[in-house]
């Protein structure tokens, strides 16, 4: 669920900064290659916070699949995967195991 929501987060803040980035371009009349930074970690609240770094923590394991990626969104994306399928898929297979044999 920690994975879960810390994507979830991801995906909202980069909305937003799009949606902002959209908009100053409207305003400006023009269009740039260079989108608009997403907030900043001094900005983010604590329980924010706290989602992002035990969703680090616990994607840490996988890094070394996407270290070559530049893209924040396969990055995430990928961890996220993996994740749901060691921690979701590989932990209820391991509790439906030791279940059959106790």
């Not at 994607?59 to 979701?88: C, I």
Request: no cysteine.
């Amino acid at each position: 669920m920690i994975v879960i929501a810390s994507f979830a987060i991801f995906v909202v803040d980069q909305s937003k900064s799009a949606s902002a980035h959209q908009t100053q371009e409207i305003v400006n009349g023009s269009l740039s290659a260079t989108p608009s930074k997403p907030r900043s970690t001094a900005s983010e609240g604590t329980v924010h916070r706290t989602i992002d770094e035990a969703s680090e923590e616990l994607t840490s394991p996988f890094a070394g699949v996407v270290s070559g990626s530049s893209s924040e969104w396969v990055v995430r994306g990928v961890k996220l995967l993996l994740a749901l399928a060691v921690y979701g898929f590989g932990f209820g297979y391991l509790a439906r195991v030791l279940r059959v044999r106790v």
